[in-house]
Protein backbone atom coordinates (compact mmCIF):
# COMPACT_ATOMS: atom_id res chain seq x y z
CA UNK A 1 0.00 0.00 0.00
CA UNK A 2 1.55 3.58 -1.04
CA UNK A 3 1.95 6.09 1.72
CA UNK A 4 -0.54 9.19 1.81
CA UNK A 5 1.63 12.13 1.91
CA UNK A 6 -0.67 14.10 4.40
CA UNK A 7 -0.93 11.44 6.82
CA UNK A 8 2.74 10.83 6.44
CA UNK A 9 3.56 14.52 7.66
CA UNK A 10 0.76 14.73 10.49
CA UNK A 11 2.87 11.55 11.71
CA UNK A 12 6.02 13.49 10.75
CA UNK A 13 5.06 16.72 13.12
CA UNK A 14 3.49 14.44 15.69
CA UNK A 15 -0.21 16.41 15.48
CA UNK A 16 -2.09 15.48 18.73
CA UNK A 17 -5.75 16.93 19.21
CA UNK A 18 -6.89 17.29 22.58
CA UNK A 19 -10.39 18.70 24.19
CA UNK A 20 -9.79 20.78 26.89
CA UNK A 21 -12.89 22.53 27.99
CA UNK A 22 -16.44 24.11 26.55
CA UNK A 23 -18.84 26.07 27.90
CA UNK A 24 -23.13 26.79 27.83
CA UNK A 25 -24.68 29.70 27.97
CA UNK A 26 -27.54 31.54 28.17
CA UNK A 27 -28.89 35.57 27.39
CA UNK A 28 -26.05 38.40 26.77
CA UNK A 29 -22.33 36.81 27.30
CA UNK A 30 -18.95 37.65 25.86
CA UNK A 31 -15.78 36.04 26.66
CA UNK A 32 -11.91 36.75 25.86
CA UNK A 33 -10.13 34.33 25.13
CA UNK A 34 -6.09 35.31 25.85
CA UNK A 35 -3.93 34.88 22.47
CA UNK A 36 -3.26 30.70 22.62
CA UNK A 37 0.42 29.63 22.69
CA UNK A 38 -1.15 26.35 20.28
CA UNK A 39 -3.13 25.62 17.68
CA UNK A 40 -7.18 26.12 19.12
CA UNK A 41 -10.02 24.80 17.78
CA UNK A 42 -13.36 24.89 18.95
CA UNK A 43 -17.06 24.66 17.44
CA UNK A 44 -20.53 25.64 18.26
CA UNK A 45 -22.64 22.44 19.01
CA UNK A 46 -25.59 24.39 19.80
CA UNK A 47 -26.96 27.91 18.98
CA UNK A 48 -24.72 30.65 17.08
CA UNK A 49 -22.25 33.68 18.44
CA UNK A 50 -20.31 35.93 16.99
CA UNK A 51 -16.30 35.42 16.78
CA UNK A 52 -14.36 38.16 17.03
CA UNK A 53 -10.38 37.45 15.99
CA UNK A 54 -7.50 39.97 16.73
CA UNK A 55 -6.24 40.93 13.80
CA UNK A 56 -9.27 39.57 11.53
CA UNK A 57 -11.96 42.31 10.34
CA UNK A 58 -15.33 41.77 9.97
CA UNK A 59 -16.04 39.61 12.88
CA UNK A 60 -17.15 36.30 12.20
CA UNK A 61 -20.68 34.41 12.58
CA UNK A 62 -20.55 31.00 13.75
CA UNK A 63 -23.09 28.67 13.53
CA UNK A 64 -24.58 25.50 14.92
CA UNK A 65 -21.69 22.94 13.91
CA UNK A 66 -19.35 25.50 12.13
CA UNK A 67 -15.82 24.96 13.22
CA UNK A 68 -12.79 27.45 13.40
CA UNK A 69 -9.05 26.85 13.69
CA UNK A 70 -6.86 29.57 15.30
CA UNK A 71 -2.82 28.59 14.41
CA UNK A 72 -1.90 32.35 15.06
CA UNK A 73 -1.14 33.81 18.37
CA UNK A 74 -4.11 36.33 18.57
CA UNK A 75 -6.67 36.88 21.61
CA UNK A 76 -10.22 36.54 20.49
CA UNK A 77 -13.75 37.31 21.84
CA UNK A 78 -16.90 35.02 21.60
CA UNK A 79 -20.15 36.52 22.09
CA UNK A 80 -23.66 36.38 21.79
CA UNK A 81 -23.28 40.63 21.74
CA UNK A 82 -20.42 42.11 20.66
CA UNK A 83 -21.25 45.09 22.79
CA UNK A 84 -21.54 43.25 25.54
CA UNK A 85 -18.45 43.68 27.97
CA UNK A 86 -16.28 40.40 27.83
CA UNK A 87 -15.33 38.49 30.96
CA UNK A 88 -11.90 37.19 30.95
CA UNK A 89 -11.64 33.32 30.15
CA UNK A 90 -9.00 32.51 32.16
CA UNK A 91 -11.00 33.65 35.49
CA UNK A 92 -14.01 32.59 33.64
CA UNK A 93 -12.85 28.66 33.53
CA UNK A 94 -10.83 29.07 37.21
CA UNK A 95 -14.14 27.30 38.36
CA UNK A 96 -14.54 24.76 35.44
CA UNK A 97 -16.04 21.33 36.50
CA UNK A 98 -13.47 18.26 35.89
CA UNK A 99 -14.41 18.01 32.02
CA UNK A 100 -13.25 21.67 32.21
CA UNK A 101 -16.88 23.12 31.13
CA UNK A 102 -18.61 26.12 32.61
CA UNK A 103 -21.86 27.71 32.46
CA UNK A 104 -22.62 31.23 31.65
CA UNK A 105 -24.93 33.83 31.95
CA UNK A 106 -28.63 32.43 32.12
CA UNK A 107 -29.80 29.62 30.59
CA UNK A 108 -28.08 26.93 28.44
CA UNK A 109 -29.59 28.49 24.69
CA UNK A 110 -25.42 27.99 23.33
CA UNK A 111 -22.65 25.37 24.02
CA UNK A 112 -19.14 25.12 23.05
CA UNK A 113 -16.31 22.77 22.71
CA UNK A 114 -12.83 23.89 22.37
CA UNK A 115 -9.68 22.15 22.41
CA UNK A 116 -5.86 22.44 20.78
CA UNK A 117 -3.44 20.97 18.59
CA UNK A 118 0.15 19.89 19.75
CA UNK A 119 2.78 19.80 17.54
CA UNK A 120 6.41 18.25 18.20
CA UNK A 121 8.56 21.22 19.46
CA UNK A 122 11.20 20.84 15.96
CA UNK A 123 8.73 19.37 13.46
CA UNK A 124 5.87 20.69 14.35
CA UNK A 125 6.79 24.10 12.46
CA UNK A 126 6.84 21.94 9.16
CA UNK A 127 2.85 22.09 9.61
CA UNK A 128 2.52 25.33 11.66
CA UNK A 129 4.29 27.29 9.28
CA UNK A 130 1.76 27.05 6.49
CA UNK A 131 -1.47 27.13 8.54
CA UNK A 132 -3.22 29.92 7.71
CA UNK A 133 -4.08 32.53 10.69
CA UNK A 134 -7.23 31.57 10.97
CA UNK A 135 -9.56 29.14 9.52
CA UNK A 136 -13.36 29.07 9.73
CA UNK A 137 -15.42 26.01 8.24
CA UNK A 138 -18.99 26.85 7.77
CA UNK A 139 -21.80 23.67 8.77
CA UNK A 140 -23.44 24.89 5.68
CA UNK A 141 -19.91 23.26 3.60
CA UNK A 142 -20.30 20.64 2.05
CA UNK A 143 -16.79 19.49 3.50
CA UNK A 144 -18.23 19.87 6.92
CA UNK A 145 -21.01 16.86 6.61
CA UNK A 146 -18.47 15.03 8.96
CA UNK A 147 -18.50 17.47 11.43
CA UNK A 148 -21.89 17.12 13.02
CA UNK A 149 -21.21 13.44 13.81
CA UNK A 150 -17.93 14.22 15.05
CA UNK A 151 -19.23 17.09 17.90
CA UNK A 152 -22.25 14.97 18.48
CA UNK A 153 -19.68 11.65 19.60
CA UNK A 154 -17.61 14.83 21.34
CA UNK A 155 -20.36 16.08 23.52
CA UNK A 156 -21.55 12.68 24.14
CA UNK A 157 -18.54 11.13 24.98
CA UNK A 158 -17.87 13.53 26.99
CA UNK A 159 -21.41 13.83 29.30
CA UNK A 160 -21.87 10.17 29.32
CA UNK A 161 -18.06 9.42 31.11
CA UNK A 162 -17.92 5.87 30.01
CA UNK A 163 -15.01 3.57 30.62
CA UNK A 164 -12.04 4.97 27.50
CA UNK A 165 -13.91 8.28 26.93
CA UNK A 166 -10.58 10.01 27.32
CA UNK A 167 -9.23 7.84 24.35
CA UNK A 168 -12.51 7.84 22.43
CA UNK A 169 -12.43 11.88 22.48
CA UNK A 170 -8.74 12.15 21.53
CA UNK A 171 -9.25 10.09 18.67
CA UNK A 172 -12.30 12.02 17.72
CA UNK A 173 -10.22 15.48 18.32
CA UNK A 174 -8.06 14.19 16.00
CA UNK A 175 -10.34 13.59 13.05
CA UNK A 176 -12.03 16.65 13.81
CA UNK A 177 -8.66 18.61 12.82
CA UNK A 178 -8.00 16.25 10.26
CA UNK A 179 -11.69 17.12 8.73
CA UNK A 180 -10.69 21.22 9.54
CA UNK A 181 -7.44 20.70 7.35
CA UNK A 182 -9.23 18.73 4.64
CA UNK A 183 -12.24 21.35 4.32
CA UNK A 184 -9.34 24.28 4.14
CA UNK A 185 -8.04 22.37 1.35
CA UNK A 186 -11.13 22.20 -0.70
CA UNK A 187 -12.53 25.70 -0.59
CA UNK A 188 -10.33 27.86 0.68
CA UNK A 189 -8.84 30.54 -1.98
CA UNK A 190 -5.89 30.72 -3.61
CA UNK A 191 -3.34 29.67 -0.82
CA UNK A 192 0.74 30.15 -1.20
CA UNK A 193 2.53 27.93 -3.02
CA UNK A 194 3.64 25.62 -0.72
CA UNK A 195 3.75 21.56 0.18
CA UNK A 196 0.37 22.38 1.76
CA UNK A 197 -1.52 23.60 -1.49
CA UNK A 198 0.55 20.81 -3.16
CA UNK A 199 -1.17 18.42 -1.42
CA UNK A 200 -4.36 19.68 -2.26
CA UNK A 201 -3.71 19.23 -5.69
CA UNK A 202 -5.06 15.77 -7.45
CA UNK A 203 -2.88 16.08 -10.03
CA UNK A 204 0.24 15.96 -8.14
CA UNK A 205 -0.90 13.42 -6.12
CA UNK A 206 0.51 10.24 -7.77
CA UNK A 207 3.96 11.84 -7.46
CA UNK A 208 3.70 12.73 -3.96
CA UNK A 209 2.91 9.34 -2.77
CA UNK A 210 5.83 7.45 -5.31
CA UNK A 211 7.84 10.52 -3.23
CA UNK A 212 6.30 9.73 0.31
CA UNK A 213 6.45 6.25 -0.27
CA UNK A 214 10.14 5.82 -1.08
CA UNK A 215 11.97 8.69 -0.38
CA UNK A 216 15.03 6.73 -0.90
CA UNK A 217 14.50 6.18 -4.51
CA UNK A 218 16.94 8.18 -7.22
CA UNK A 219 13.18 9.44 -8.60
CA UNK A 220 13.55 10.99 -11.81
CA UNK A 221 11.36 13.66 -13.65
CA UNK A 222 10.45 11.64 -16.13
CA UNK A 223 9.07 9.05 -13.95
CA UNK A 224 7.71 11.24 -11.90
CA UNK A 225 5.62 13.22 -14.89
CA UNK A 226 4.16 9.94 -15.99
CA UNK A 227 2.81 8.98 -12.96
CA UNK A 228 0.87 12.13 -13.23
CA UNK A 229 0.05 11.34 -16.81
CA UNK A 230 1.97 14.70 -17.72
CA UNK A 231 4.50 15.75 -20.13
CA UNK A 232 7.84 16.24 -18.51
CA UNK A 233 7.54 20.20 -18.75
CA UNK A 234 3.98 20.47 -17.81
CA UNK A 235 4.84 18.80 -14.75
CA UNK A 236 7.67 20.43 -13.66
CA UNK A 237 5.98 24.01 -14.50
CA UNK A 238 2.91 22.82 -12.04
CA UNK A 239 4.73 21.32 -9.64
CA UNK A 240 6.53 24.63 -9.17
CA UNK A 241 3.98 26.82 -9.39
CA UNK A 242 1.92 24.44 -6.68
CA UNK A 243 4.32 23.68 -4.71
CA UNK A 244 7.00 26.49 -4.69
CA UNK A 245 10.23 24.30 -5.53
CA UNK A 246 10.60 22.36 -8.03
CA UNK A 247 9.70 18.01 -7.81
CA UNK A 248 13.20 17.31 -7.35
CA UNK A 249 14.21 19.70 -4.38
CA UNK A 250 10.81 19.09 -2.74
CA UNK A 251 12.08 15.07 -2.28
CA UNK A 252 15.53 16.87 -1.20
CA UNK A 253 13.81 18.86 1.38
CA UNK A 254 11.97 15.79 2.72
CA UNK A 255 14.61 13.88 3.13
CA UNK A 256 16.47 16.49 5.39
CA UNK A 257 13.36 16.32 7.08
CA UNK A 258 13.82 12.92 7.81
CA UNK A 259 17.23 13.39 8.29
CA UNK A 260 16.65 15.71 10.96
CA UNK A 261 14.38 13.72 12.97
CA UNK A 262 16.36 10.94 12.95
CA UNK A 263 19.55 12.57 14.19
CA UNK A 264 17.62 13.86 16.96
CA UNK A 265 15.74 11.00 18.22
CA UNK A 266 18.57 8.37 17.16
CA UNK A 267 22.18 7.37 18.03
CA UNK A 268 22.18 5.98 14.20
CA UNK A 269 25.53 6.97 12.26
CA UNK A 270 25.45 9.30 10.20
CA UNK A 271 26.67 7.79 7.18
CA UNK A 272 23.82 5.12 8.11
CA UNK A 273 21.22 7.97 8.02
CA UNK A 274 22.13 9.00 4.60
CA UNK A 275 22.45 5.73 2.77
CA UNK A 276 19.07 5.24 4.40
CA UNK A 277 17.84 8.03 2.36
CA UNK A 278 19.47 7.03 -0.98
CA UNK A 279 22.51 8.64 -0.53
CA UNK A 280 25.90 6.62 -1.48
CA UNK A 281 28.31 8.31 0.94
CA UNK A 282 28.36 10.41 3.87
CA UNK A 283 29.93 12.85 2.06
CA UNK A 284 27.08 13.41 -0.25
CA UNK A 285 24.41 13.07 2.24
CA UNK A 286 26.22 15.89 4.47
CA UNK A 287 26.60 18.32 1.25
CA UNK A 288 22.95 17.79 0.70
CA UNK A 289 21.64 18.40 3.97
CA UNK A 290 24.55 21.73 4.82
CA UNK A 291 22.71 23.02 1.45
CA UNK A 292 19.30 22.38 2.82
CA UNK A 293 19.68 23.39 6.50
CA UNK A 294 22.75 25.44 6.69
CA UNK A 295 24.37 23.10 9.14
CA UNK A 296 26.12 19.52 8.70
CA UNK A 297 24.51 16.92 10.29
CA UNK A 298 27.17 16.28 13.08
CA UNK A 299 26.73 20.12 13.96
CA UNK A 300 23.22 19.28 13.82
CA UNK A 301 23.29 16.72 16.42
CA UNK A 302 25.43 18.22 18.87
CA UNK A 303 23.28 21.61 18.80
CA UNK A 304 20.03 19.25 19.78
CA UNK A 305 21.99 17.51 22.78
CA UNK A 306 23.33 20.63 23.66
CA UNK A 307 19.85 22.24 23.80
CA UNK A 308 17.98 19.05 25.64
Not at 32 to 44: G, L, M, N, T
Request: with cysteine; aromatic share 8%.
Amino acid sequence: MSVDPFSDILRFTNAESLVTGGFTAGGRWAIRFPAPDKIKFFAVVKGRCWARIDGEEPPSRFETGDVGLLSARRSFVLASDLDVPAVDAMTLFSRADRTGAVAVGEGDDFAHIGGHVLLDPASGRLLADVLPPWIHVPAASPQAAAFRWLLDQLVAERRADLPGAPLATAHLAQLLFIQILRAHLRTSGPMPAGWLRALGDPRLAPALRLMHDDPARAWHLDELAKACAMSRTTFALHFRSVAGVAPLTYLTEWRMRLAERALREEATPVATIGQALGYTSESAFSTAFKRVTGTSPRAYRDSVRISA
